[in-house]
């Protein structure tokens, strides 16, 4: 018998999120999904138990399955029978989350709505082709959803009572997933921007791909990922899986530059809360600039070969 209690009545579907952890810690839009869920929510994974104190002033009831490392395979069964219950079934869109939910989907036999931007009784909205468009998807049973992580901005500064939280003792299903042989850090050029701690965004005022490609450079050694405007993914320059803003990714990074940005309410939109931004602009009163911490006021082309070549150790100093 499921020890999560479903809390469906014949007026409003009933929500919960899953949450997959690891070594105790939440993963992008983790919080989120909860709040989307009504603040009840399973975590499932290593150090889960410890991950409910982050949940403090977000989740109301948490159930938490501490298990040893990350086996979606093995989890969806024994979680679909404590779910299984409820209406809709919410995860993060991060990566692990993005593993979890098809498997979750299956093992319950409903559709998975993926990549979720807002989530209704009756609908739920989610972005395609990108982020280009967005599609509204009538709900009229129970689903299983992913929720992009940043739609909501709830999570990073939460504070409140801790949750009480109900330990689950469930069994791994003898499901074959697949065996982790190591765990390399992320690469900062290809990671999920939505993830990325520190970012470099482009914007018209650079003069070409090749520009943006040193503004790529620039980033790596920097140890940060690349992000851009609607204008330069329109031009081709990077995909648009590069693009921040509402029609984009959301992202929330400590660290934000932006070479060549205007600060279109589209784009800052998506931009979350960064603890730091700087801003090269040659117009010193764009609303970029009047939200950047350091506001330089420079060509951004040069101050990118610049930075390139200090970077590389080439200005003969
Ligand atoms: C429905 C809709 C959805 C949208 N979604 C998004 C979205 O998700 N993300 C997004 O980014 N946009 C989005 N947009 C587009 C958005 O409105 C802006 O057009 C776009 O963000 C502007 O990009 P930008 O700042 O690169 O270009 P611009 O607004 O053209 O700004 C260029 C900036 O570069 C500066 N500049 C010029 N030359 C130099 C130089 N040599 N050195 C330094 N600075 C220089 C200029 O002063 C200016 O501030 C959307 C628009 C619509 C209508």
Known sequence: MSAVPARSTSDVPSRIAVVPVRAGALPAGGAEAVAEAGGRVVLVGEGATDAAASLAGVATEVWAWDTPGYLPAAWAGPLAAEVGDEDLVVLPASPDGRDLAPRLAAELARPLLAGAIEVRDDSVTCAVHGGAATCRHHVGGPAVVTLQPGVTGIGAHAHGDAPAVTVLDLQTADARDAQVVEVHAPDVA????????RILGGGAGLDSPERFAQLAQV??????????????????????????????????????????????????????????MVTVNTDPHCPMMSMADLAVVADANEVVAELAKLLAGETGQ
Do not use: C, K, N
Request: proline share 6%.
């Open 219 to 276: 980033a790596t050694a920097l140890g940060a990922s690349t992000g851009a405007t609607r204008v330069v993914t329109d031009r081709g320059w990077v995909p648009h899986t590069r693009q921040i803003g509402t029609t984009g990714v959301v992202v929330d990074p400590q660290l934000y530059l932006a070479f060549g940005i205007s600060g279109a309410v589209q784009h800052t939109a998506g931009l979350g809360d960064p603890d730091h």
């Open 190 to 197: 290809t990671m999920d921007l939505a993830e990325a701690p």
